[in-house]
């Protein structure tokens, strides 16, 4: 049995991409926590947002997220927000190895200027937004095990460093 491996940063950083290339290397399950929160509220996160709130949201963000914790041999994907609850992150410590996956603010805004999925962006000052999350964000992001700065690398060598670290972390 080994730990689960745990992505996080912010939004648009390529949690899912890595996390499936991982999933497939390591033979390990996936879970991308935004993925199966929208599968239980059978409604995508804006509209969670929009109808139930961002409380409501992240009360069934520390749930399922939780719950996935609970077992192991997983690659899980976090949602861009849910290290920043203090459960999480504990849990996230006792069962897996954590990657904060960085990238800067300006490559963010390249990645996610015309998204139309991210509830948290739909503010006017797209771009003042943007750094304001990740500023906002990355002293606790700093608390994952591992830091990968993403800006100029492809998924393949992203999943092959977090690879290399994982396997070497006694896991």
Same mark, same amino acid.
């Given at each position: 049995?080994?730990?689960?491996?745990v992505?996080?940063?912010?939004?648009?950083v390529g949690?899912s991409?890595?996390?499936?290339?991982l999933?497939?290397?390591?033979?390990f399950?996936?879970k991308?926590i935004?993925?199966?929160?929208?599968?239980?509220e059978?409604?995508?996160?804006?509209?969670?947002?929009?109808?139930?709130?961002?409380?409501?949201?992240r009360?069934i963000e520390?749930?399922?997220?939780?719950?996935e914790?609970k077992n192991?041999n997983?690659? #899980?994907? %976090?949602?861009?927000?849910?290290?920043?609850?203090k @459960?999480?992150? !504990?849990?996230?410590? *006792?069962s897996g190895?954590?990657?904060?996956?960085?990238?800067?603010?300006?490559?963010l805004?390249k990645r996610l200027?015309?998204s139309?999925k991210?509830?948290?962006?739909?503010?006017?000052?797209?771009?003042?937004?943007i750094n304001? #999350?990740? %500023?906002?964000r990355?002293?606790?992001?700093s608390? @994952?095990d591992? !830091?990968?700065?993403? *800006?100029?690398?492809?998924?393949?060598?992203?999943?092959?460093r977090i690879?290399?670290l994982?396997e070497n972390?006694g896991n």
């Amino acid at each position: 049995m080994s730990k689960n491996l745990v992505l996080t940063g912010m939004m648009g950083v390529g949690k899912s991409t890595i996390g499936k290339i991982l999933a497939e290397k390591l033979s390990f399950n996936f879970k991308d926590i935004d993925n199966l929160i929208e599968e239980k509220e059978k409604n995508s996160i804006s509209q969670i947002f929009k109808k139930k709130s961002e409380p409501y949201f992240r009360k069934i963000e520390n749930e399922v997220t939780l719950r996935e914790l609970k077992n192991s041999n997983n690659v #899980i994907s %976090l949602g861009g927000g849910a290290f920043l609850d203090k @459960s999480i992150r !504990r849990a996230v410590k *006792n069962s897996g190895v954590s990657f904060w996956l960085d990238v800067s603010g300006e490559e963010l805004i390249k990645r996610l200027r015309n998204s139309k999925k991210r509830p948290l962006l739909m503010k006017k000052n797209f771009s003042e937004n943007i750094n304001k #999350i990740y %500023l906002e964000r990355m002293k606790t992001y700093s608390e @994952s095990d591992y !830091r990968i700065k993403c *800006n100029f690398l492809k998924p393949e060598e992203i999943a092959s460093r977090i690879l290399n670290l994982y396997e070497n972390s006694g896991n």
